[in-house]
C-alpha cells in the first residue's frame, strides 16, 4: 500500500485548507485510514480517523474545524481543515492501518501565521 498526501502549504490564522490522501497498491486491506500530525519539538499524534463504514474519531483539539472524509471507491481519505489556528502548523501524515500493518505517507506541511 502506498498513500501520497498533498494540500499542505502557508494560510493565516482563520483560514483553510484541504488535505487529500490518495492510496494504491492492495487497498482493500486498509480497514481504518485517517490523519496525524508532528509539530516541531512534538510527538506524533492523532488528529482523525474513520475506519470502513464507520464514524469519524477526532482530537478534541480540532473537533469543529476539522471534517475528515473518506472515498472508498476512490481510494482518497480528506481533510477539511477551517478556522486554522497557529498551533495547528505541523507535518500532516496520512494513516491506513490494516489488520497486520499500519502505513505512513510521506507527510504534509502546513504552517499556521498569526
Known amino acids: 500500500v502506498q498513500l501520497q498526501a498533498s494540500g499542505g502549504g502557508l494560510v493565516q490564522a482563520g483560514g483553510s485548507l484541504r488535505l487529500s490522501c490518495a492510496a494504491s497498491g492492495s487497498i482493500f486491506r486498509l480497514n481504518v485510514m485517517g490523519w496525524y500530525r508532528q509539530a516541531p519539538g512534538k510527538e506524533r499524534e492523532l488528529v482523525a480517523v474513520v475506519a470502513r463504514g464507520g464514524s469519524p474519531t477526532y482530537a478534541n483539539s480540532v473537533k469543529g474545524r476539522f471534517t475528515i472524509s473518506r472515498d472508498n471507491a476512490k481510494n482518497t481519505v480528506s481533510l477539511q481543515i477551517t478556522s486554522l489556528k497557529p498551533e495547528d502548523t505541523a507535518v500532516y501524515y496520512c494513516?491506513?492501518?490494516?489488520?497486520?500493518?499500519?502505513?505512513w505517507g510521506q507527510g504534509t506541511l502546513v504552517t499556521v501565521s498569526s
Open positions: 494513516n491506513g492501518n490494516s489488520t497486520v500493518r499500519t502505513y
